[in-house]
């Protein structure tokens, strides 16, 4: 899917955020490489399920919801948004969250049937989780 000039923000600041309703991520780039910041949610993607964001570079792509809770719903949303729009890069896909259910087999088993479908780790941050950009 080609990527609409109006979702895409292109940086090579030191930090570069992602948020939304109080939640956020943000990628330490001390490198100053060239970022691409792409708002999926309402902009890339109108309808059916999508992440918020999309973080690439010329090496990674960093897919991230920013949720309340709801977990199980952000992992939909995120398998959804990358069935669309990953490339060939290597992938990371993270839910910065205000507060994860207690540790447990659901959100272990939430993770490992992410990592079996997708190939990739989910990642589990809490709210303004910094993320070196390597």
């Known amino acids: 899917m080609k990527i609409k000039k109006a979702c895409l923000n292109t940086s090579m600041k030191p930090i570069v955020v992602c948020s939304e309703k109080g939640k956020k991520i943000s990628f330490i780039n001390k490198r100053r490489i060239s970022i691409e910041q792409i708002k999926i949610d309402g902009c890339q993607i109108q309808e059916g399920k999508k992440c918020d964001f999309l973080v690439r570079t010329s090496d990674n792509e960093y897919f991230i919801e920013l949720k309340g809770s709801n977990i199980k719903h952000g992992i939909l949303q995120l398998k ?10 290597v992938t990371r896909a993270f839910i910065v969250a205000r507060r994860f259910p207690r540790t447990g087999a659901s959100l272990l088993n939430q993770q490992s049937k992410f990592r079996r479908e997708v190939g990739i780790k989910l990642e589990l941050k809490k709210l303004n989780h910094e993320e070196k950009i390597i």
């Open 80 to 89: 959804e948004s990358m069935r669309k729009l990953a490339s060939k890069r």
